[in-house]
């Protein structure tokens, strides 16, 4: 079966830090990932998604970005934290017909 | 411009009840929508989908109805249990933005005992 991993759990930077979040799947090959943030009362926001190694899509002009450098492998970055990149950070992964699979999630807050 | 709205912020229900849960949408161009459930610091989890081509779909105590001539989909939950107190995102995707989705604010539902 699927899963989905990512790291860390919980997070506390200061502003103008950087970041580096991390995201694998487990049990597929070649799915298609993304991006996810969710603010404090807010839906879900896609920053990213890819369809493959390298290729990356952004969804929103932002402080972030976002890698693959392997098949389930998916890194979420920024060289410089700003407050309002606080939230709930998360990864997913396509499956069936147009379900997406969510992981665990990250709590970033930037002091 | 928000394409896929739940006007209800919060819902509060008796355990065995019905929870009615409701979602609008403004993108003709929609032709999936799915329901996810969501607890407190932890990611959404996939509950049930609905294609266009259809008005109805069921899972055990969950069903989802499509209007598409209102632009409407409600989550109908019944028997609710406490365990079903949790915040429910709706989403859509449409066929020439490949397999992104499009999700609501999220419906906090509470279900008392």
């Known amino acids: 079966s699927q899963t989905i991993h990512q790291w860390p759990a919980t997070l506390v930077q200061p502003v103008g830090s950087p970041l580096s979040l991390e995201c694998t799947v487990e049990?597929?090959?070649?799915?298609?990932l993304y991006w996810y943030r969710q603010a404090a009362g807010r839906g879900l926001q896609l920053l990213f998604y890819?369809?493959?190694?390298?290729?990356i899509s952004s969804e929103v002009p932002q402080n972030l970005s976002a890698s693959r450098p392997q098949d389930r492998q998916f890194i979420l970055s920024s060289k410089k934290l700003l407050l309002s990149d606080s939230g709930f950070y998360l990864c997913?992964?396509?499956?069936?017909?147009?379900?997406?699979?969510f992981g665990p999630g990250t709590r970033l807050t930037v002091l | 411009d928000q394409q896929v709205k739940q006007n209800s912020p919060s819902l509060s229900v008796q355990e065995g009840r019905i929870s009615i849960l409701n979602c609008d949408y403004t993108?003709?161009?929609?032709?999936?929508f799915l329901w996810y459930k969501k607890y407190p610091a932890e990611g959404p989890t996939f509950l049930i989908s609905?294609?266009?081509?259809?008005d109805k779909n069921e899972d055990g105590r969950f069903t989802v109805f499509l209007n598409k001539s209102a632009k409407h989909l409600s989550l109908h939950i019944v028997p609710s249990q406490p365990g079903d107190s949790a915040v429910y995102f709706c989403a859509a995707s449409d066929g020439s933005s490949g397999d992104k989705l499009t999700f609501g604010t999220g419906t906090r539902l509470a279900v008392r005992p």
């Open positions: 993108n003709s161009m929609f032709d999936y």
């Open positions: 890819s369809v493959g190694i390298g290729q």
């Open positions: 997913a992964w396509r499956g069936g017909y147009n379900e997406q699979f």
């Open positions: 049990g597929t090959s070649n799915p298609n």
């Open positions: 609905i294609s266009s081509i259809k």
